[in-house]
């Protein structure tokens, strides 16, 4: 073992600590560096689980890629899907492709006595991934779509239920107008609930069969409004749009769920920059408390750098101690920091203790991100930035005379 370690080390864990000012410098590096664990922990692991909750709940409740007519424009009302071009087996065969679903949406409205709703109608096929819409369901189920015929029965989110005085098994009146400007009447049962905490998508959306958006929108059997494309990771959206764009044909046209929704993703890229302002503030805290320490440590031991230089070591040497030294005196802060810090997500996380008001934050609950490789990163960069930090205070130790300080008290 180097001498610089070996001695760092003895003096580290001396039990002469205990009884001298090095006991209270040494508390005061430790929880500084554990409070710094602490937070920066907290504001990373919230901060990316809230940007990917935000993106999933976006993404899963209608696609993270839509493939769209270019004649319906902006239009909530669905232009039939154009056929030449569209290669649907070169996107079921892209690797990052979980799944497809064809839908055709129209806008109408949903009345009673209580009062009515503007609503978007999506009529989803047979191909609707149930599974996937469970997580948004609060109460009952999603309806039973088959190609064949009508069915009369539609989830609607909680907002519009609360609205209108619904619950599972009311039946409601919606109204449709056709482009001839003749009004449709349809009865429908409402057999789910569902919540997404997006306020754009729980104001207007109501699930129900495609066929009667076929027939308000004049579409023959077998045509369809668009498809939600769903990947294996959210992230992957920019990477696989312009390759789908590709097979879509010249007719239709690509849309991501960041593009459909740009209020949500401005609000999300602001995480980033608080996220860095956290950071670059807990690191300057904890820098300026090991360097608080480092220094005093050096104070507190002029006699022992005396002796050292008298013995015939040189100011990098005796420089190369203190530095392990005030780190060494780190790593329990450093354990102590993780071991709070994941222990309080992994509650959050299995108990959802701390809740949010969905109408300015898109969720309910404060989301984490327990990825392992957030506490590595966070605890082996204030490591190596502190060691940096350390060595131009650590010069001191240049100026300390062996003379002087061995009569030093």
Not at 142 to 147: F, G, I, L, S
Not at 190 to 198: F, L, S
Not at 387 to 405: E, M
């Given at each position: 073992m ?5 001695f760092s080390?003895?003096i580290?864990?001396?039990k002469d ?6 006991r209270?410098?040494i508390?005061?590096?430790r929880?500084?560096v554990?409070?710094?664990i ?5 504001t990373?692991s919230v901060g990316?689980?809230?940007k990917?909750?935000?993106k999933?709940r ?6 993270h890629?839509?493939?769209?007519s270019?004649?319906s ?10 056929k ?6 070169k996107?079921?065969e892209?690797p990052d ?5 064809s ?7 949903l009345?009673?006595e209580h ?10 096929g047979?191909d609707f991934d149930?599974?996937r819409f469970k997580?948004f369901?609060i109460e ?13 029965t ?11 005085h ?8 919606a ?11 349809r ?13 754009m998508i729980?104001?207007?959306f109501?699930?129900?069969?495609i066929n009667?958006?076929r027939?308000i ?8 409004g ?5 990947l294996?990771n959210v992230?992957d959206i ?7 764009e590709?097979v879509v044909?010249i007719?239709n046209?690509?849309e991501?769920a ?6 949500i ?5 602001i995480?980033d920059?608080?996220?860095a302002?956290?950071i ?5 805290v904890?820098?300026?408390?090991i360097i608080m320490?480092?220094?005093?440590l ?5 006699n022992s750098i005396?002796?050292?230089?008298t013995?015939?070591a040189?100011n ?17 802060g ?14 959050q996380?299995?108990?959802?203790i701390i809740?949010?008001n969905?109408?300015n934050y ?9 990825n392992p490789l957030?506490p590595?990163?966070i605890?082996?960069?204030i490591?190596l930035?502190?060691?940096?930090a350390?060595i ?18």
């Amino acid at each position: 073992m180097k001498f610089p370690l070996y001695f760092s080390k003895k003096i580290a864990f001396s039990k002469d600590n205990k009884n001298n000012l090095s006991r209270i410098i040494i508390f005061i590096g430790r929880l500084s560096v554990a409070l710094g664990i602490i937070v920066s922990l907290i504001t990373v692991s919230v901060g990316y689980g809230s940007k990917e909750a935000i993106k999933l709940r976006m993404a899963d409740f209608s696609g993270h890629i839509n493939v769209k007519s270019k004649r319906s424009n902006s239009s909530y009302d669905s232009s039939v899907l154009d056929k030449v071009g569209l290669n649907l087996q070169k996107i079921k065969e892209n690797p990052d492709v979980a799944g497809i679903q064809s839908y055709a949406s129209v806008t109408g409205i949903l009345r009673n006595e209580h009062n009515f709703a503007g609503i978007i109608y999506k009529g989803v096929g047979k191909d609707f991934d149930h599974e996937r819409f469970k997580k948004f369901l609060i109460e009952g189920k999603t309806p039973e779509v088959t190609e064949k015929g009508f069915n009369n029965t539609i989830t609607i989110s909680e907002k519009i239920a609360n609205d209108l005085h619904l619950k599972v098994k009311d039946s409601i009146v919606a109204v449709f107008s056709r482009q001839n400007q003749n009004l449709i009447y349809r009865k429908f049962e409402v057999v789910g609930i569902y919540k997404t905490d997006i306020k754009m998508i729980d104001d207007q959306f109501v699930i129900g069969g495609i066929n009667h958006a076929r027939k308000i929108l004049d579409m023959k059997d077998g045509e369809i409004g668009g498809l939600d494309i769903f990947l294996k990771n959210v992230n992957d959206i920019d990477k696989d749009a312009p390759k789908i764009e590709n097979v879509v044909g010249i007719k239709n046209y690509v849309e991501k769920a960041t593009e459909k929704y740009p209020q949500i993703v401005d609000w999300i890229n602001i995480f980033d920059n608080n996220i860095a302002v956290i950071i670059v503030i807990m690191l300057f805290v904890v820098i300026i408390n090991i360097i608080m320490v480092l220094l005093i440590l050096i104070i507190e031991r002029t006699n022992s750098i005396g002796l050292l230089k008298t013995l015939g070591a040189h100011n990098g040497q005796i420089r190369t101690i203190f530095i392990n030294y005030t780190l060494l005196i780190m790593i329990p802060g450093l354990i102590l920091g993780n071991v709070i810090g994941l222990g309080f997500l992994i509650l959050q996380k299995v108990f959802g203790i701390i809740k949010l008001n969905p109408e300015n934050y898109y969720i309910s609950v404060v989301p984490v991100d327990l990825n392992p490789l957030i506490p590595i990163i966070i605890s082996g960069g204030i490591l190596l930035i502190s060691a940096f930090a350390l060595i131009f205070p650590s010069y001191l130790i240049s100026k300390i005379s062996p003379v002087k300080s061995i009569k030093y008290n």
